[in-house]
């Protein structure tokens, strides 16, 4: 993907796991957009109950984490995964190779889906059982630099206090 081609796919996520709905079954999807050399991963969940899901993707054998999310108060998720389009969250895993998208609770799956939605039984199976492998060996051995990191946002005048190069070249060197 680093040539900067664009593309977009949704991959459709239905219940699997039972219980997890507020007013009815959670269901949701990914949002896949790729352009020069930057993905970002939109998930969008409806009527799911409250607490925190870590979305997994797999692509062939390799299960990857993508993150973690949390309903608001009504029940929805919405949020954005920005990674690079070659190396899908340090997965090795270029975007056009991504076969589904998980939202587990520990290692129950909730919700998922498969970007072909004709893709065989068997390896459905296949994908599903290399995430469930995956988030065990998570879990046994947590890893500390998957935390979720605290997002900084700043107001227009604390950005007013940082300083201004409108030279093209790059900042001045000059004192």
């Known amino acids: 993907m680093a040539d900067g ?12 796991q039972q219980g997890y709905g507020v007013k009815s079954a959670p269901s949701g999807y990914c949002k896949v957009e790729s352009v020069g050399g930057k993905a970002v991963f939109t998930v969008s969940i409806r009527s799911i109950k409250d607490g925190e899901y870590n979305v997994w993707g ?3 054998n390799n299960a990857f984490e993508m993150g973690c999310v949390k309903p608001m108060a009504d029940g929805n998720v919405y949020v954005e995964l920005g ?7 340090d997965s090795g895993t270029a975007v056009a190779d991504l076969c589904g998208v998980y939202v587990l609770d520990g290692d129950r799956t909730v919700v998922c889906g498969y970007v072909n939605k004709n893709s065989s039984t068997q390896k459905r199976e296949e994908w599903d059982e290399c995430v469930n492998n995956a988030t065990k060996t998570a879990t046994a051995e947590p890893d500390t630099a998957s935390e979720p990191m ?8 604390e950005s007013d206090d940082l300083p201004q190069d409108d030279d093209e070249d790059g900042p001045s060197t000059e004192q």
């Open 5 to 16: 081609n664009f593309v977009r796919f949704f991959v459709m996520m239905n219940e699997v």
């Open 83 to 89: 990674t690079a389009s070659d190396n899908v969250f």
């Open 58 to 60: 797999v692509a062939g």
């Open 150 to 157: 605290e997002i900084m946002t700043m107001n227009d005048e």
